[in-house]
């Protein structure tokens, strides 16, 4: 690798479950990835079309990681789109107005949204761009809060004659009964352009690589818009059709770009060793001039200058998310914890209250 000595904050962790908490930590810590700070994410859920609910958010294992280990894990919290659900609109306003404040006052690092991925768009009644998430977004702007934002999906996931199988077996392919990823764009976009003061993260590069001088058009528009890489295997396809504008877009925006892995704790079977190669095959993607075979692709790395690496790797995000962690109060975490178990207590058809009561033993047993 270029850079030896590495701290990298891996800005993009998803925390579904509490089980893998130290799993993750401690093997990615001891391990030769360089990941040093962990930004763990939590998802707001509802499943379209039905009543059972899978989870309301992950904020309470988000909550145990961040108490587990203080110095290392940055949380992000999400909204509760399940209570506002059937609020109409001055009400719902006024509830996610009081969820932002919350998810401030409780010690998290930042927001993760999750409102703009096709599925969940069409899915809740309240809209991410519409006038009821204002209040919200005010309150982040009061509170410097950022925001990591998933914003659409790979455009292949709109094809329905070419998207693999696989893709369709997810439900990961859209009709014209899901928004468009033009609309999903110019949705988030304007949110940014009401909110300059909020710094938006936008996962995935945006879902833009194929497409990189209106990528580069965005970054200069808007001074608060910052992306993340989490690169799915489109972004390599991408970047070896359009290396050299790639590269150059890289080192011109250095300082709004930050690392993220898209890792995952969920179901306990988080695995440390497939986690830190995914990684080192990301690193190998930023700092080499490799060429490598991948199917019917030939895939290149970006070589990218060790000052640039650096900015990606931990001084941006440092920036945007703190250079520590916030500190988080073990009684207000156990105190959100049993709210939580309070609005949704266990009935036959829900799970939410399991993963809940598992990260309040987790927290009390710290």
């Known amino acids: 690798m270029k850079i030896n000595n590495t701290n990298i904050f891996d800005t993009h962790i998803h925390c579904d479950v509490p089980g893998d908490i130290r799993t993750c930590v401690d093997g990615l810590s001891s391990s030769a990835c360089g990941v040093t700070k962990f930004g763990m994410l939590t998802l707001g859920h509802m499943k379209p079309g039905s009543e059972v609910m899978s989870r309301v958010n992950s904020n309470p294992v988000v909550l145990a990681a961040k108490v587990l280990y203080p110095d290392k894990v940055y949380g992000l919290g999400a909204p509760d789109d399940v209570e506002v659900f059937d609020m109409d609109e001055p009400s719902a306003a006024k509830a996610l107005e009081h969820q932002a404040e919350r998810i401030h006052a409780l010690g998290f690092d930042g927001v993760k949204l999750i409102e703009s991925k096709p599925e969940y768009y069409v899915s809740y009644k309240h809209k991410i761009g ?15 809060l950022p925001v990591l934002w998933h914003v659409g999906d790979p455009l292949i996931y709109w094809d329905l004659i070419n998207a693999p199988e696989h893709l369709k077996a997810k439900g990961w392919v859209y009709d014209n009964t899901y928004p468009t990823l033009e609309f999903l764009w110019q949705d988030a976009l304007s949110v940014v352009k009401r909110h300059p003061r909020v710094n938006f993260v936008f996962a995935h590069m945006f879902f833009m690589t194929h497409n990189i001088p209106r990528l580069s058009r965005i970054f200069e528009e808007y001074p608060n818009f910052y992306m993340d890489i989490t690169p799915g295997s489109w972004v390599y396809f991408d970047i070896a059709k359009n290396l050299d504008t790639t590269r150059e877009m890289f080192v011109k925006y250095s300082e709004r770009i930050v690392f993220g892995s898209d890792n995952a704790l969920r179901g306990g079977k988080f695995s440390v060793e497939k986690s830190v190669n995914h990684i080192l095959h990301i690193r190998r993607l930023m700092e080499s001039d490799d060429r490598w075979e991948a199917g019917k692709y030939v895939l290149h790395g970006l070589n990218l200058p ?54 309040l033993k987790l927290i009390e047993n710290r």
């Open 130 to 144: 519409s006038p009821v998430f204002t209040p919200f977004f005010k309150s982040l702007e009061t509170n410097n």
């Open 306 to 359: 060790e000052e640039v690496l650096r900015k990606i790797y931990s001084s941006n995000a440092d920036k945007i998310f703190g250079k520590v962690p916030k500190k988080i109060s073990y009684t207000a975490a156990i105190e959100e914890c049993r709210r939580m178990l309070t609005v949704y207590p266990p009935t036959p058809s829900s799970s939410v209250p399991d993963y809940i009561s598992q990260a």
